[in-house]
């Protein structure tokens, strides 16, 4: 039966409300701003970072959170760009707070710009030069028809910021760790060294796991950017595990911000992860690895070169993979509704 919406209508918008297009990068879900938000001050990413932190922290949590959006949800706002190079500027968000970088993220939001013809798509590829927090970020997307069939990505600097770390982690005893930077700094840990696997059936133990191992690394252990302030805080838990299908390398389950998991392998983390492979010479420069996520999706990630970054011996990676529109919505806010903040259930 179909209703006629408009017929003795009496309902209004009760103010013109943050349209969204929703996508998903190898199941990670990407819920990207197109219009409604208020336009964040700042000459730099991290300023205009930093301004969202500060004054319009209820609106993340209105659109990340339920009833519009949920625990695990993940999104961000397009900005214009604040150098040269760069088609536009992206801020990223969370059940948290607000990431210095996302991979499944470019790859969404490359996807939809082009998709939806807010910038021009060419085949068979399309270069997009992306300001995030993190840096300049170049995407290329590889194009069919009216279609991005994949992206992959050139990253910032990442790489191995500390090996063969231990922490004492209540209930879990002594904890062994790496920690990785491809944008974010993660701890990069066993899976089978706490009887899990990187599987959806060990959900639940891999977020109280995955906490309990950042909040007490984050607790004794100091981590300094080499340039930025801002970008010095662990993000997550890596767990690694083996791959299942014949392709696969191996499987990352990232568990990042208050508990969210990710559904992709993590752009950042397989980038944080490939530095660390080549740190213990596991993997060389043009050798691309296929890295599984909880639920089988997969990026595949290759060192293109080395590079110098502050103190570090860091390489550049690529990330590839793929990403989808699931539609398109219009977010209202009540001045009455109690709830027009957003609530989080766990």
């Known amino acids: 039966m179909d209703l006629n919406f408009t017929a003795g209508r009496t309902w209004k918008p009760p103010n013109p409300g943050i349209t969204v297009i929703d996508a998903h990068t190898e199941g990670e879900p990407l819920r990207v701003i197109i219009a409604g938000y208020p336009s964040p001050e700042g000459k730099t990413i991290l300023a205009r970072r930093r301004n969202l932190q500060q004054h319009y922290d209820a609106l993340r949590t209105s659109i990340m959170w339920e009833p519009r959006g949920h625990a695990d ?17 992206v801020l990223f968000m969370h059940n948290e707070g607000y990431s210095t970088m996302c991979g499944h993220g470019i790859i969404a939001v490359t996807k939809v710009v082009l998709e939806t013809g807010m910038l021009p798509m060419r085949s068979p590829e399309t270069p997009i030069a992306i300001d995030t927090p993190a840096g300049l970020i170049t995407a290329f997307a590889r194009v069919s ?68 191992i950042k909040r007490a690394i984050m607790a ?18 890596i767990f690694v595990g083996p791959g299942q299908a014949a392709t696969a390398h191996s499987r990352n389950v990232c568990v990042f911000a208050e508990g969210e998991v990710d559904r992709s392998p993590t752009g950042t983390g397989v980038s944080g992860r490939a530095a660390l492979l080549y740190a213990r010479g596991e993997i060389g420069l043009n050798e691309p690895i296929t890295i599984e996520s909880i639920i089988g999706s997969s990026f ?41 903040n957003g609530f989080v259930l766990r």
């Open 73 to 89: 949800m993940y999104g961000c706002l397009i900005t214009p760009p604040v150098t040269a190079k760069a088609d536009f500027g």
């Open 300 to 340: 595949t990630v290759a060192i293109k070169e080395t590079i110098t970054f502050g103190p570090h011996k860091a390489i550049v990676p690529t990330v590839e993979g793929r990403a989808y529109i699931t539609g398109q919505s219009t977010f209202y806010f009540d001045p009455a509704d109690p709830l027009k």
């Open 145 to 212: 028809g009216d279609h991005v069939t994949s992206v992959r990505f050139q990253n910032v600097p990442s790489y191995a910021h500390a090996l063969n770390q231990t922490a004492k982690v209540p209930g879990l005893g002594t904890v062994h760790y790496d920690i990785g930077f491809g944008g974010a700094y993660y701890a990069y840990v066993q899976a089978t060294d706490f009887g899990l696997s990187c599987t959806s059936d060990n959900y639940t133990l891999l977020v109280q796991t995955g906490m309990a």
């Open 220 to 237: 004794n252990t100091t981590i300094v950017h080499p340039f930025e302030v801002d970008m010095g805080f662990l993000y997550g838990t």
